[in-house]
Every structure is written in C-alpha cells, then in structure tokens.
C-alpha cells in the first residue's frame, strides 16, 4: 500500500465549477500538507502547504486537513481553464526530510 | 536565478548501458530528491539526501546509486539501464523545516 494514494481522475469540469481534490495517507508522522500544479511538460510548483491541522485560503483556493482521518483536499472555486492540469498532493515529516507524492489528479477545465 | 538545474535534458540510452544525471541547486539547500514519474504514477522518490555526504532510499530506490558528495549537487547513476527505467526523471531541493521544494525542469530517458 503507498503511503499517500490520491485518485488520479481525470476530472473534467465546466468553467465556473467548484473542483474538489482529495488524498488519504496512512503515516501518521506526516506533518507538511501540501499541494502541487503541474503543467503539461513543466516541474511541479508549490501551489498550497498547510502545517498538522486546519485550513488555510488563498483567493480561489482552499486547503484542509483532517489528521485524524488522515484525509487531506484542495478546493477550486470559479474554476478557470487556466486551472486545466495536474494536481499532486504531498507529505512530509517534521524530521526526516522524505517527502512523499501521490498519483496526481488531471483536471481538466471547460470552456 | 538557475534555482535547480538538471542535466541532460533528454537521453536515449541502450539496455545495459550506464549513466549519470546531475542536479545542481544554488539556493543552499539541505535537502534534496530524485523522482520519477511515469504515467497514472505520481512522482515517486527513488532517493533523497538531508545533507552534505548523506544518502537514503525513497520508494523505489532499486537499480539507481546516488552521491552527494558537494552541498549543492546530487546525482543519479544508472548502472545498467533497463527499459523499465524509461521515465522523466525530476530533481528538487528544500531547505531545512518547512520550505517549499523547487523542482529541476527534468530529463526525459527512454531505454531501448
């Protein structure tokens, strides 16, 4: 089993869509959350982090984090298809430095 | 600003041949990681580094030696490449706590 599996999709959705990303993990020891974009034949970009518990926001972005479920997710408001690609969710422990990806999920947004 | 830089960009390599990718950052990072990424996989970390001379196996670390004999660079042998090594190889690096990983733009291989 990996330790962080993330649906990988596609998703496809019209313009305007609220998108929700979701990935579970089963090491309790992770302590960074965050989130990736990738576009197509580029390196991924840190997108959202968010430390232990809670949610944090950013314009159309939102984070959350659920410890106890070992649960984590990402919400798109008023999708854009600028938002069309890959999203890679990602773990860390506060000390040993091994950062872990999931499988990525291919968003696809619609005009 | 280079930030992470990966060299080559692109190889073809003959089953059983060897070869070594080089990452280079300039940002004075502890950490560093190798991953590949395959299609439907995700980036999966083959070997990462917490420092000058340390080494450790990722998920998938078998059929790749790595080396970070220099702070700022770590690289990737393949001793004997096998098609399923075909891959886009990515380099990223952070700093110590919570930083943000800066990846390299990656080396597409294809073993044949």
């Known amino acids: 089993q990996k330790e962080v599996e993330q649906d990988p999709g596609p998703l496809s959705v019209p313009e305007g869509a609220i998108v929700s990303l979701n990935c579970t993990y089963s090491?309790?020891?992770?302590?960074?959350f965050m989130w990736y974009r990738q576009y197509s034949r580029k390196g991924p970009e840190l997108l959202m982090y968010?430390?232990?518990?809670g949610n944090k926001e950013d314009g159309r972005f939102t984070a959350q984090v659920d410890k106890s479920s070992k649960y984590i997710s990402l919400f798109i408001r008023d999708s854009q298809p600028s938002d069309s690609a890959t999203y890679l969710c990602?773990?860390?422990?506060?000390?040993?430095?091994?950062?872990?990806f999931g499988q990525g999920t291919t968003l696809q947004v619609k005009p | 600003n280079a930030g992470v830089t990966q060299t080559p960009k692109f190889r073809v390599l003959k089953t059983g041949q060897s070869m070594t990718l080089l990452c280079a950052q300039d940002?004075?990072?502890?950490?560093m990681y190798w991953y590949r990424q395959d299609p439907g996989m995700g980036l999966r970390l083959i070997h990462y580094?917490?420092?000058?001379?340390?080494?450790a196996k990722g998920e998938v670390p078998d059929g790749y030696n790595v080396s970070r004999l220099k702070k700022q660079n770590f690289l990737l042998g393949l001793e004997s490449a096998a098609p399923s090594q075909t891959s886009v190889y990515f380099c990223?690096?952070?700093?110590?706590?919570?930083?943000?990983?800066?990846f390299g733009q990656g080396t597409r291989l294809t073993v044949v």
């Open positions: 990223a690096s952070s700093d110590r706590g919570w930083t943000e990983a800066f």
């Open positions: 090491n309790s020891a992770f302590q960074y």
């Open positions: 968010t430390y232990s518990s």
């Open positions: 990602a773990m860390r422990t506060s000390n040993t430095g091994k950062l872990i």
């Open positions: 940002m004075n990072h502890e950490y």
């Open positions: 580094s917490v420092g000058e001379g340390t080494t």
